[in-house]
Nanobody, 123 residues
């Protein structure tokens, strides 16, 4: 059974940093592309970042480029999202997701999802 468990969310002030983690189990982690998505209240889920199975390729949404960094440790079956210079508009529930083969910016192309972790950025 595949499980993705996010952690690291919280309430922070604008300009702060957070690092989200997503621990995966029940899958051959290095074979899966991983993505981070977020959903704010009343809005659709949107792409944040994704990374290829070996970590050699990353893609970011324009809204987070230069502020967020996605990375993975295949030995630990974990993907990370380092979020710097946080803004109030980054407030959302953040989800990690897994798919194979490859990676994608479309939420529809992911096979497995975590339960999400709340990130709230105050101004």
């Amino acid at each position: 059974q595949v499980q993705l468990v996010e952690s690291g969310g919280g309430l922070v002030q604008a300009g702060s940093s957070l690092r989200l983690s997503c621990a995966a189990s029940g899958l051959t982690f290095g074979s899966y592309g991983m993505g981070w998505f977020r959903q704010a209240p009343g809005k659709e889920r949107e792409f944040v970042a994704c990374i290829s199975g070996r970590g050699g390729t990353t893609v970011y949404a324009d809204s987070v480029k230069g502020r967020f960094t996605i990375s993975r440790d295949n030995a630990k079956n974990t993907v990370y999202l380092q979020m710097n210079s946080l803004k109030p508009e980054d407030t959302a529930v953040y989800y990690c997701a897994a798919r194979r083969p490859g990676y994608s910016t479309s939420s529809k192309e992911y096979d497995y999802w975590g339960q999400g972790t709340q990130v709230t950025v105050s101004s």
